[in-house]
């Protein structure tokens, strides 16, 4: 099949110019003004902005925790990433205990079979290191696995110490993977979560009041120094606070391979949805907590300025009634995460209509670095000769509006409910195939690829 795209602005991380696209099968052949070529299918793009797909490197479809697994699996959660203009997702294989890493990425792949609309990658979450796990690493780098999460955060389920810290990034750093890292202060924020539960602090408030900015700063500090003594560079997920950005540009300013992503819900919420006790606030259960809304000036700055490359979303998302409930009178039994895959673009257009973020950048931010660091360049995040055919038709001058109960994550609630912003995603193409047109779904459950990311490609 061949695809016409005409006449749409095309904005890279590099470039903002008029062009026709010409598609052949799953990749861009041709870009030029007023190309004279034929084609099976025709899109017009006058007026509206051409993208690069957008890559998000951080989300957990058909992830279990806290006895309970997120509400999209790989078919409504990659719909709803498709809907907003996101066509490359890299999700999360947790290893569980005792088990071979590539047992993990085999049932991560197999659970999106026959469900993704849109192509995706992997990375591992390692909470183990025994004798044999770094030749396991070695495994699934060799396999297209080039990154492999780690948490600080979460002790007896998730955490990983020290020693495990630097041993994995030291064999990351050989390998030419990057490690992943939930920065917090696991065994502090249990002491705290511990105490506020005896004091009868039980409601979803408490959940913000336990996690403080320091103890995201702590971690982040110490797996920047844990990095550089293993010799490897370091990704800060979900960075969520002005302590740790500090951290982070200290670190880049000493020239260190050290790289950090936001996501939507830090840099346009704040902890004052805490001040409600009720239970309607494990909306916002999440994890980092939402912070003092004077951090969301320092994450757009560092956004603009380069100490933050990515925005992704940590799409986690349980429903309030039957999953967020579980923690009905015990907050620390919540199920952690909210979503957020389906208005990232949303989102940061917002961002750039209020002026805190330059239109290119943005591309960058959500589609060029990750794709970058994760080993998916020039294939993905792109316009350009020979990479996929991954493109998002964007109408600046239309309007949406985020509901619930319209949107496409199989979810009971939004964070931004009845939230009205500029600009819609008119049309989607993955691998050359429409995947949204008109805002309307025309792709195909299973359509979407498995991707072998490379190891070793960094900015
Ligand atoms: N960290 C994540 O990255 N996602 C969900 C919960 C968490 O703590
Ligand atoms: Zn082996
Ligand atoms: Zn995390
Ligand atoms: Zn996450």
């Known amino acids: 099949m061949s695809l016409l795209i005409k006449g749409g602005r095309v904005i890279t991380g590099a470039d903002d110019y008029v062009a026709d696209i010409h598609v052949a099968d799953t990749t861009v052949t041709t870009i030029g003004a007023s190309l004279n070529v034929t084609a099976d299918k025709v899109v017009d793009a006058t007026g509206c902005y051409v993208l690069p797909g957008g890559v998000d490197p951080h989300t957990h479809l058909a992830f279990d925790m806290a006895g309970t697994r997120t509400a999209d699996d790989y078919e409504s959660g990659t719909i709803a990433a498709a809907f907003g203009g996101t066509t490359t997702v890299v999700n999360f294989a947790q290893q569980r205990p005792g088990e071979h890493l590539r047992t993990a990425v085999e ?22 290191l ?25 002790p007896g389920e998730l955490m990983v110490d020290d020693a495990t810290l630097f041993q994995v990034m030291e064999r990351a750093g050989e390998l030419g993977a990057l490690c992943c890292v939930h920065a917090e202060n696991g065994p502090v924020i249990d002491v705290l979560v511990r105490r506020a539960l005896a004091a009868g602090r039980t409601n979803p408030s408490w959940h913000g009041r336990t996690r403080p900015e320091l103890a995201e700063a702590e971690a982040t500090h110490r797996a920047i120094a844990v990095a550089e003594m293993a010799n490897a560079p370091v990704y800060f997920v979900h960075l969520s606070c002005a302590e740790a950005l500090a951290e982070v540009t200290a670190a880049r300013d000493r020239g260190r391979p050290v790289f950090a992503e936001t996501c939507p819900h830090y840099l346009f919420l704040d902890s004052s949805v805490y001040d409600d006790e009720s239970f309607d ?34 799409h986690c998302p349980f429903c309030l009634n039957g999953q967020k409930d579980l923690g009905a009178g015990d907050f620390s039994k919540i199920p952690n995460g909210g979503p957020g895959i389906e208005h990232r673009l949303q989102l940061l257009y917002a961002g750039v209509v209020a002026g805190r973020l330059p239109l290119q950048r943005m591309v960058e931010v959500f589609a060029t670095t990750p794709a970058r660091l994760f080993g998916l360049y020039p294939r993905k995040g792109t316009v350009a000769v020979g990479s996929d055919a991954d493109l998002v038709v964007f109408d600046p001058s239309a309007t949406t509006t985020i509901n619930a109960a319209t ?32 805002g309307v779904f025309v792709g195909t459950p299973g359509r979407g690829r498995f991707l072998r990311r490379e190891a070793g490609s960094r900015p």
């Open 407 to 438: 949107q496409h994550m199989a979810v009971d609630y939004s964070m931004y409910e009845g939230w009205r912003l500029a600009g819609a995603v008119r049309t989607v193409i993955c691998g050359g195939a429409p995947v949204v047109e008109n």
């Open 107 to 128: 049932r991560g792949v197999a659970s999106a079979q026959g469900k993704a609309v849109i192509d995706y990658g992997q990375h591992i979450i390692l909470t183990q």
């Open 281 to 314: 606030t494990a909306k916002y259960v999440l994890t980092p907590p939402l912070r003092d809304v004077r951090h969301q000036d320092a994450l757009w700055r560092g956004l603009r300025a380069n100490g933050l490359q990515v925005v992704s979303t940590d």
């Open 130 to 154: 025994e004798d044999s796990t770094l030749h396991q690493l070695d495994e699934l780098v060799g396999e297209g696995v080039t990154s492999i999460k780690m948490f600080l955060a979460y």
